[in-house]
Each structure stands twice: as C-alpha cells, then as structure tokens.
C-alpha cells in the first residue's frame, strides 16, 4: 500500500496531457494511488466519526472510451460495492485544484428527502458551515460558490433543484488551489480532511435518518 507523501505540480499536470490513454496510465500510475492512500487512511476516522463502516472507492473511468478525464477522485461510502447512491464523502482533484466534498449525487435515491432536510434546516446549515467552505451543484464542473455567497434564497434556489432536477446534486467542502502548501504536507494535508468531514459530518448524520 502506498503511502500519501503529499502532492505535486507533476500530479496537476497530468490533466493537460493529451489522449484518453495516455492520460489514464498517467493517472492510474501517480495519482490513482495517492487518492487511494488518502482515502484508507481517512476510512477509520470516518467511520468512527459517523457509525458507519466506510469503504474506499477510487475512480475508474471505465465508461470513458474517448474523451480523458479532467478531474480524478477517491470516495468513501458505506457500502463496500459502490458509492454513488449513496450519501459520501470525496478526495479529489482537477488541474487547478484539490477538492474535499460531502456529496448527493445525481443517482442518490433520496435526493428529494434530502433536499426537504436541508431547507428544513437551512438556519443550522447555514450558520454551521464556516466561510471558507464552498458548495457545487454538479460535480463534473470545476466551479464552486463560496459559502459566504449562499444566502437563505441561493441555498433554498439550491435544494429546490435537488429535490426536482433528475440530475441535480449538492456538494459541500473546501478546494485547495494547486499552489497551496498543505497540499504538499502530507499531515497537514490529511488533518484538513478530517477537520473538514468533522464539520460536514451533520449533513451526512441528516442522511440517516431519511
């Protein structure tokens, strides 16, 4: 098992490498394995964190026959067969930056449940969520809206359209640009992981109950 030893610009790079192949083995090759060993070591935290055995699902691209991926990602679910109608946690990264998510994604079965939970709680939520987080409502596209940008219309505009758009989603978490120094901290690096799962673990306990 490889050992997260924090990341490079060499790993950013890999996404402006051209072809479906030859980006693919560079993935497989230098990043694959560090999202892996991020994500293993992350497993016991969060599990302990939400009572659930977590489970490490690293990306595969296998439907992808001839466009290259523009981002790569590790998740955690409690499932040990698959992540993503599931509610779960994500460790990733495109060419500009590093994310770190709590996700629903567009295959989750109770994404209509979970959007009434949110807009039931969207005081909580949005005064528990520091600042500096951010949200995304499709995670196939590297943009982000800062927290301090969602206010009680962008967020109930936000749940609306994850409880009637079939490919709606929400996501929640930090982004690191590439140049951040903790990404090359290996412990800085995991500890801002788990401080942020910590702080989203309420959305995922909202999850449970549905």
């Not at 490889?2 to 950013?12: A, I, L, N, S, V």
């Not at 977590?54 to 466009?67: D, P, Q, S």
């Not at 590297?142 to 709606?168: N, Q």
């Amino acid at each position: 098992m490889t050992t997260f030893e924090g990341f490079t610009q060499k790993d950013f790079d890999v996404f402006s490498i051209p072809g479906l192949e030859s980006r693919m083995e560079a993935l497989r090759e230098n990043i694959s394995p560090k999202l892996e060993a991020i994500a293993t070591d992350l497993a016991p935290d969060v599990t302990a964190m939400t009572g659930d055995e977590m489970f490490v699902h690293v990306a595969k691209h296998a439907r992808r026959k001839t466009n290259p991926p523009n981002d790569t990602w590790a998740a955690l679910a409690a499932n040990k067969r698959g992540y993503k109608k599931l509610p779960h946690f994500q460790i990733g990264l495109w060419e500009t930056h590093v994310f770190i998510w709590f996700a629903v994604i567009y295959e989750s079965p109770i994404k209509q449940d979970f959007a009434r939970k949110l807009k039931e709680n969207r005081q909580d939520i949005l005064d528990h969520i520091p600042d500096e987080f951010v949200w995304s409502i499709d995670h196939t596209k590297p943009d982000a809206i800062p927290h301090l940008e969602v206010k009680e219309e962008k967020f109930d505009s936000m749940t609306e359209r994850l409880g009637s758009v079939k490919k709606a989603e929400i996501l929640c978490g930090q982004t690191l640009p590439r140049g951040d120094n903790r990404l090359k901290d290996p412990e800085a690096f995991l500890q801002l992981c788990k401080d942020t799962f910590q702080t989203l673990e309420p959305l995922y306990r909202m999850t449970k109950s549905l």
